[in-house]
């Protein structure tokens, strides 16, 4: 159950790290995202093509580049984590009842 969560989390943190090297660098390539983030060719076009749908970059001739919606995702993205964070430490179980087997 929690193994999902961790694998979502792991490919939400790829998403943010290829749409920081856009905003950082744009236009930029899967290759030079691919040689400086260590994923594979595969992985960085799906972190892509993810950002592309949600809006987040568009593609040119020389690479990605951002888009008019990044800024407001990039300045509401810290409250959506910390929303999401909380959600989370509200789910822990901190004192584990006696459980008969």
Same mark, same amino acid.
Do not use: C, W
């Given at each position: 159950?929690?193994?999902?969560?961790?694998?979502?989390?792991? /490919?939400?943190?790829?998403?943010?790290?290829?749409?920081?090297?856009?905003?950082?660098?744009?236009?930029? $390539?899967?290759?030079? /995202?691919?040689?400086?983030? +260590?994923?594979?060719?595969?992985?960085?076009?799906?972190?892509?093509?993810?950002?592309?749908?949600?809006?987040?970059?568009?593609?040119?001739?020389? +690479?990605?580049?951002?888009?008019?919606?990044?800024?407001?995702?990039?300045?509401?993205?810290?409250?959506?984590?910390?929303?999401?964070?909380?959600?989370?430490? +509200?789910?822990?179980?901190?004192?584990?009842?006696?459980?008969? $087997?």
């Amino acid at each position: 159950m929690i193994d999902r969560l961790e694998k979502e989390v792991d /490919m939400l943190e790829r998403h943010l790290q290829v749409l920081r090297m856009v905003i950082e660098s744009e236009p930029i $390539g899967i290759v030079k /995202m691919s040689n400086e983030t +260590g994923y594979p060719h595969h992985k960085v076009r799906y972190s892509l093509r993810v950002l592309e749908e949600e809006n987040l970059i568009e593609p040119s001739s020389q +690479g990605a580049i951002t888009t008019e919606d990044t800024a407001e995702f990039v300045e509401d993205l810290d409250n959506k984590i910390a929303h999401t964070v909380d959600k989370l430490e +509200g789910m822990k179980i901190e004192e584990t009842p006696e459980i008969e $087997g």
